[in-house]
């Protein structure tokens, strides 16, 4: 059996009937006889931490799509996987840890000509002039270490969206393809060279890595998260897809050279992950972003964001350019598994054709549509770090789960257009 037949005959014996629960369909292959599983196929190793038969049902993906499926992979292209990063393959943020690493050392430019506009074309009036007044053009770069101003007003335009003050600091981008405040940490890397932006990420990574579960850290005056860890489990399932394999990628809302830096201990290489990407001159990172699709480079309207995310997965993994790759490939140009934690995973985990693992956060579109589980392929797992509790409303599919490109909240609909039902939270920590 080739590899295409083998991934259509997988495709009907694998299905998810309910979060977290794997069933064998009947299908006319799975009334063949069935053949012992070989005793050197790659297997999952860690237990604790996956809930019901998750663990179950992943392997049995790995098998069926991997070498140990029929055919092997002679002459045929290799199944691929694709993780989301920053709580999915680790707890907390990892582009977090970087701006806040930049800000307690010092290492953000100055904006160019002191013009706060050309760090984002989507930055409003209100937050440059709040910008400028904090963080005086006096230098090469920003005073952060010492300036407890500069560094607050940066902190909360980037974390929080808004100014000190409260004003909208971003406006006027499609919210299905850019998130300007993760773009912004992209953008402001400016002026540096990419291996210095490795060097400040893995200084960062050190620190978080170090810190006991739970620490916080002062940047200017305020508190923040300062600890990271990578999840046993994914690390796990990384290593078992790789040995079957699978073409294991990460595509990341962080700055690649960030991602590249974090995801190498994860056993995945520079080659197969996937971040914001900026443009560069003279061997140094400009304030502009790489395009997508029909996205031109220096556009910086598209970033690795919900349906940025499927762009750059159909550019980079399967070669697809101009307006196709914004667009659902076939089914044998898509990913087989993929696994995410938030909204902005959203396309690219619709896209997977036969497994999407989703950690629980209580994000409102991406757990209506794993609960609702139209086509029996989703598992939701609790996080494996500090798992959220039980949600004590349903989540509103029904009426505001959905966010429209120009940022209204409408109902969350399935592939035929009909509305997806408010769902409850069952699968959660203690």
């Known amino acids: ?12 014996v694998i299905a998810v009937a309910g979060a977290g629960l794997v069933t064998v369909q ?34 049995k993906m790995i098998d069926a799509y991997g070498r140990c ?8 292209a290799r199944p691929v996987a694709v993780f989301d990063w920053d709580n999915t393959v680790i707890k907390n943020d990892v582009g977090d840890a970087t701006m806040f690493w930049l800000l307690r050392n010092g290492k953000i ?8 506009h050309t760090t984002s074309r989507y930055l409003t009036d209100p937050a440059a002039k709040a910008l400028t007044k904090a963080c005086p053009a006096t230098g090469a770069t920003l005073p952060t270490r010492r300036d407890t101003d500069c560094a607050d007003e940066i902190a ?4 929080e969206g808004t100014t000190t003050g409260g004003a909208t600091a971003f406006a006027g981008f499609d919210h299905r393809r850019m998130e300007p405040q993760y773009a ?3 953008q402001l890397t400016r002026g540096w060279s990419t291996r210095q932006i490795k060097d400040f990420a893995a200084a960062a990574r050190k620190e978080n890595l170090a810190a006991p579960v739970g620490t916080e850290q002062r940047v200017g005056t305020g508190m923040f998260t300062g600890w990271v860890r990578y999840y046993d489990q994914q690390r796990d399932l990384i290593r078992t897809l790789k040995k079957a394999g699978f073409d294991v990628y990460v595509v990341s809302a962080s700055p690649e050279p960030v991602a590249e830096v974090w995801a190498k201990s994860a056993g995945v290489d520079a080659r ?3 971040g914001i990407r900026n443009t560069t001159a003279h061997g140094k990172l400009t304030a502009h972003l790489k395009g997508c699709g029909t996205v031109k480079d220096g556009d910086d309207s598209m970033i690795t964001y919900i349906d940025g995310k499927r762009c750059w997965i159909n550019q980079k993994i399967y070669g697809v350019r101009g307006a196709a790759a914004e667009k659902v490939q076939p089914a044998s140009r898509r990913q087989v598994f993929a696994a995410g934690d938030s909204d902005t995973d959203i396309s690219f985990l619709r896209d997977a054709t036969a497994l ?6 209580n994000k409102n579109e991406i757990m209506c549509r794993a609960y609702d589980n139209g086509d029996r392929r989703w598992l939701v797992n609790p996080m494996f770090i500090e798992p959220k509790g039980k949600l004590a409303k349903p989540y509103p599919c029904a009426t505001t789960g959905y966010t429209e490109r120009d940022g209204d909240q409408g109902p969350v609909r399935r592939a035929d257009g009909s509305v997806i039902p408010d769902q409850k939270d069952t699968v959660h920590g203690p």
């Not at 430019?109 to 706060?116: K, L, N, V």
Request: charged residues 25%; positive net charge.
């Open 1 to 12: 059996m080739n590899f295409k037949r083998r991934a259509v005959a997988a495709a009907a």
């Open 26 to 59: 009947a299908t006319a292959e799975a009334t063949q006889p069935v053949r012992s599983r070989p005793k050197d196929c790659p297997t999952l190793t860690v237990t604790k931490g996956w809930y019901g038969d998750n663990k179950a049902g992943l392997q």
């Open 69 to 76: 499926g029929d055919g092997g992979h002679k002459g045929t």
């Open 109 to 116: 430019r100055t904006p160019r000509d002191g013009d706060w």
């Open 156 to 159: 909360s335009v980037y974390g």
């Open 184 to 186: 912004w940490l992209a």
């Open 272 to 274: 197969h992950t996937i």
């Open 356 to 361: 999407r693992l989703v950690l629980n956060r």
